[in-house]
């Protein structure tokens, strides 16, 4: 029988006097506790330029709050980086940088319903990257001192945050670099936009960047997801080639964990490609302010299924590149255009058992513009239409296109008629 994950639970050692944290973890390891998440916030332990303190103010003493977890017999995983608060940038850190990072205002302001985007430095203007690193290293070298079994640190998760929404990524001088994996030359951007840039810095523009959504924002989306990605990776490599990351590289994730939940009866998945996700909230995606009215009318489809998947009893997520099937029947809010990873998991269902639904209809290309293969690799499916309803038969479950009459979901979706004649996820990319 495998082994049970370890009961675990958030404790901000920063948000309460040190005097009272061997009483709290008493408690906790009392009801059952045997792991607790904290935060490392920069703009606490470095609020003065230079001064990192870890061991002077009673809310900051990091290593007597690593004894006592120890003492208390719970195991610590601890995040540095930039969760949504207010506690993950220093104040004197806000003006440095030349150019800045754009994300939802929302998400900077803890889950406010903000649309709008608000500056802040970014993490790609080395001054304040290597700010960040020098605080990281230090953080890392004390650290390495509380491992377990001799301490309780049992992970270290590197959170980019706030970064991962950047609306304004295209701005790094990296990221046509980026771009360039994805199309070696400029011409293939023409060829897959119909677009007629003479190079990669015209693409890269801001110009450019509306140009590229007004001709395919499926597609622009997806390309700038992929390079932001690849910025973050590559700083992600920075942190890792820290001298002082050599003692914790075993413990380094940049991912939380995946808790896998109890599988639902039914679940509602939907293409985040023109979505941007925050702590709580979702967004539209509005790369340097450009707002595509696909990435409108995403916005709002994703709030509409948010209410009434609370009071239908079902799941909503956003559509995975990889995970177990969330529930028996899995209903997939996406148009025409699908990430490939994304559909090769939608098909790895279905063949397993479940019941994957199309309501917009099947997604016909993927990220390259390539066409989509919905065969199942054994046994071979069997097409076939019944006046109402096409089937792929996938093993022992199956796509079905569009839903069936008198399928659990159908009152569901008669309330999205009201989006019908408004461009829907993908529609064109």
């Known amino acids: ?81 930039f969760p949504p608060r207010r506690e993950s940038l220093p104040d004197w850190a806000l003006p440095l940088g030349e150019i800045s990072a754009l994300v939802p205002a929302g998400i900077w302001k803890w889950g406010a319903q903000d649309l709008a985007l608000t500056r802040i430095p970014s993490l790609h203007d080395d001054p304040f990257f290597l700010e960040f690193l020098e605080f990281v290293s230090d953080t890392f070298a004390l650290l390495s001192l509380y491992r377990f079994p001799e301490g309780p640190l049992v992970g270290v998760h590197v959170d980019w945050g706030v970064y991962k929404a950047d609306q304004g990524a295209s701005l790094a001088g990296s990221y046509g670099n980026f771009l360039q994996e994805r199309y070696p030359q400029a011409s293939l951007i023409n060829i897959r936009y119909g677009a007629t840039f003479r190079d990669y810095a015209t693409a890269t523009s801001a110009q450019g960047m509306r140009v590229l959504l007004e001709k395919r924002p499926w597609l622009a989306a997806y390309d700038y997801k992929h390079c932001r990605a690849r910025l973050l990776q590559d700083r992600g490599e920075a942190l890792l080639n820290l001298p002082t990351a050599g003692p914790l590289t075993d413990l380094l994730a940049f991912e939380m964990p995946q808790v896998r939940a109890e599988k639902a009866s039914w679940a509602i998945a939907v293409d985040p490609t023109l979505l941007e996700s925050g702590a709580e909230s979702m967004y539209p995606f509005t790369p340097l302010g450009f707002a595509h009215a696909q990435a409108g009318a995403a916005f709002r489809l994703w709030e509409h299924l948010r209410a009434k998947a609370t009071r239908g009893g ?116």
């Open 314 to 429: 079902a799941k909503l997520h956003l559509l995975p590149t990889q995970g177990d099937c969330p529930a028996e029947r899995v209903t997939v809010v996406a148009g025409r255009f699908l990430e490939l990873q994304s559909a090769r998991l939608l098909r790895a269902w279905a063949e397993a058992g479940a019941r994957v639904c199309f309501p917009l209809g099947l997604p016909q290309y993927d990220e390259n513009l390539a066409g989509i293969d919905w065969k199942a690799s054994s046994p071979k499916p069997a097409l076939r239409g019944d006046g109402l309803t096409r089937r792929w038969a996938m093993g022992m479950g199956e796509f079905v296109f569009p839903e069936s009459p008198g399928a659990p979901e159908n009152d569901f979706w008669d309330k999205l008629r009201r989006f019908d004649g408004e461009p829907h996820l993908g529609a064109t990319p």
């Open 1 to 81: 029988m495998p082994e049970s994950s370890p009961r675990s639970t958030e404790f901000q050692y920063w948000e309460e006097p040190s005097a009272q944290w061997a009483s709290r973890l008493s408690a906790l390891k009392a009801q059952g506790t045997d792991e607790v998440h904290c935060f490392i916030p920069w703009g606490l332990h470095e609020s003065v330029r230079g001064i990192r303190d870890f061991s002077k103010t009673s809310k900051l003493r990091l290593e007597r709050f690593l004894s006592q977890a120890h003492a208390a017999g719970i195991t610590v995983r601890v995040t540095v980086g």
